[in-house]
């Protein structure tokens, strides 16, 4: 009766191991997938923004009259909208 109880006793932490393993391996899983999507998503993020200042580059050396007066106007409107706002207060 005594070996039983221990052999019952002994099984169930073999169980309990062996789950607890498979556990840890299914968050160590988890977080290794999780990292990865990371990675790409910050790697697209990189691409993207570099292509984006490529393109604005080459924009701007093909056009830099237009450049010039469509910055000049967003400072114009900035200023207009910062002095209104400082003037409502």
Do not use: C, N, Y
């Not at 073999?14 to 840890?24: Q, Y």
């Not at 988890?30 to 490529?54: H, N, P």
């Amino acid at each position: 009766m005594a070996q039983s109880v221990s052999e019952r006793t002994g099984e169930q932490i073999a169980e309990t191991v062996r789950k607890a393993s498979r556990a840890t391996s299914a968050v160590a899983d988890a977080i290794e997938d999780g990292l990865g999507a990371a990675r790409r998503v910050a790697k697209q993020g990189g691409d993207a923004a570099e292509e984006l200042f490529d393109d604005t580059t080459k924009r701007l050396q093909r056009h830099p009259i237009e450049t010039i007066v469509v910055t000049f106007g967003v400072g114009v409107a900035a200023g207009i909208a910062i002095g209104w706002m400082m003037k409502r207060r």
